[in-house]
């Protein structure tokens, strides 16, 4: 770079979050409903498309939109792997170790970016999975629901997973320690519930319930 005296003002259109377009779409594949989901930018996730295409997802593309349907289908397990853009991102790793929790069969998610990236699993376990880990593996014979639980956060994407598991478990799931999703979720308690989740923000933690 070869820096100038003076530069001038310009408009730009900032890329839409495909991590928090991949949580609302795993989030209507895990409860076997449909979303569509706007101002997004389809190209940029067909690593997870292609496996919400593998656990059963029925996925359409426009533009700007993706509209997913499970027709009321439980999702079938998949394996993923993590890797750098344009592979499966690890910032959808524990939201699929969340799928993979209540999705018939057995899936494995294998993560390479990061050590120390499945410290949701203690908490998902807690909740009635049946996760092992070996390795950098996490695999995961699903079950077909959850129980609620009181659960604790451990990071940002952890925090999505656990909620995401609450959507899809009997009874109420507390999330401690919600100020790791404040980070990369907007208002996440007030979009789900337009969906149609039974969930609400407390001091401190959300409350989630089986809707």
Known sequence: IEGVERMQGAAYDVLPDRIETG????AAAMTRGRIRVKNTTPSLLDSLLSKLRESGADIELGDNWIALDMHGQRPRAVNVRTAPYPAFPTDMQAQLCALNAVADGVGMVTETVFENRF???LEIQRMGAEVKLEGHTAISTG???LTGAPVMATDLRASAS???AGLVAGGDTL???IYHIDRGYECIEEKLAQLGADIRRMPGELA???A
Do not use: K, Y
């Not at 949580?23 to 795993?26: A, C, E, G, N």
């Open 23 to 26: 949580t609302f779409l795993v």
């Open 119 to 121: 410290m949701h699993i």
């Open 143 to 145: 079950v077909e629901q």
């Open 162 to 164: 656990l909620v995401l």
């Open 175 to 177: 999330v401690d320690r």
């Open 208 to 210: 989630v319930g089986h």
